[in-house]
């Protein structure tokens, strides 16, 4: 049985952990202190006891790491993963490699909620059963169990960031503009950051708008 290093105890972490749950020994850290986590993961006694400080972690004991999108990547333990070449990956990177739905990915500075939205309607009213999921509702873990023709992913720069393995059969760039630079630091990193989404999609889709940033594709609504 492997052991997992869950970083985040928000929604994501703690879907994860679940997923995890007769899988996996896991661990989470969290950049925060212990009074600042959410009220719902303190309360869950069985993470909580999972829960380590920074001092309490040694990375060798640990065979992968599952990173969730809000977490510092500033932080000197994620530097430590990054520089020791430990598995890194999302909780969307998995759900992409085990579920057997068609997976679309939507990214965009503006207006991913409700193209995945309007494409699940369009979807299930056509006879498929669809479930937009990711940033726009549930973690997608919590859907991993669920029989589903198609899997509208939403999916943010942050996720996006710590991502290397995202596997799709359509990922779709709505638009980009100036947005979240505080954590990118500079525009051209989230253009980057953006089009890392086509790395492993089989049809790249972006915007007519933005041909010019949309390295990665040549086709454009």
Do not use: W
């Amino acid at each position: 049985m492997d052991s997992v290093l869950i970083l985040g105890t928000g929604i994501t972490g703690q879907s994860v952990g679940r997923f995890l749950k007769n899988k996996s020994k896991f661990n989470f850290f969290d950049s925060r202190d212990k009074e600042n986590l959410p009220a719902e993961f303190i309360r869950n006694k069985e993470f909580l006891k999972k829960l380590k400080t920074y001092k309490d972690i040694d990375l060798k004991d640990y065979s992968r790491v599952i990173c969730s999108p809000g977490f510092d990547i500033n932080h000197p333990i994620y530097k430590e993963i990054i520089k020791k070449s430990i598995p890194l990956e999302t909780d969307i990177e998995i759900f992409t490699r085990e579920h057997n739905s068609k997976k679309i990915l939507i990214t965009g500075t503006n207006g991913k909620s409700s193209v995945c939205s309007m494409l699940e309607q369009i979807l299930n009213k056509n006879g498929f059963t669809a479930k937009a999921i990711g940033n726009i509702g549930l973690p997608v873990l919590d859907y991993i169990e669920e029989s589903l023709s198609f899997s509208l992913i939403e999916v943010s720069s942050f996720h996006l960031e710590i991502s290397n393995n995202l596997k799709c059969d359509i990922a779709a760039i709505l638009n980009i503009t100036e947005d979240h630079l505080d954590y990118h630091k500079s525009f051209k990193n989230y253009l980057k950051t953006k089009n890392s989404i086509f790395t492993k999609a089989k049809i790249k889709i972006g915007n007519e708008i933005n041909k010019n940033n949309n390295f990665n594709t040549d086709n454009f609504f």
